[in-house]
């Protein structure tokens, strides 16, 4: 994870490393909302994401997006 206000031109795949599974969550779905996310703009309701073939690892993505509103908490980060 990069430092915070440091700018990180990894592929989102790579800095929060996911990884394809058979059968995952969309990976241009996941994208798309954690770059809203990252952004500060996250779609309002519930998360969720189609299955799709060779899509990012379910398990994987629930932790990475649990831990990202964790740190942006109320407020957002600091």
């Known amino acids: 994870m990069s430092v915070p206000g440091e700018k990180d031109d990894r592929p989102l795949y790579e800095r929060f490393g996911l990884r394809i599974a058979r059968r995952g969550y969309d990976r241009d779905q996941v994208e798309a909302y954690l770059t ?3 952004a500060g703009a996250p779609p309002a ?3 969720a994401f189609d299955l799709a073939r060779r899509g990012y690892e379910r398990g994987r993505v ?3 997006i649990n831990r990202l509103h964790r740190e942006a908490g109320p407020g957002g980060p600091s």
Do not use: F, I, S, Y
């Open 62 to 64: 629930d932790e990475v």
């Open 36 to 38: 809203r996310l990252l």
């Open 45 to 47: 309701g519930v998360v």
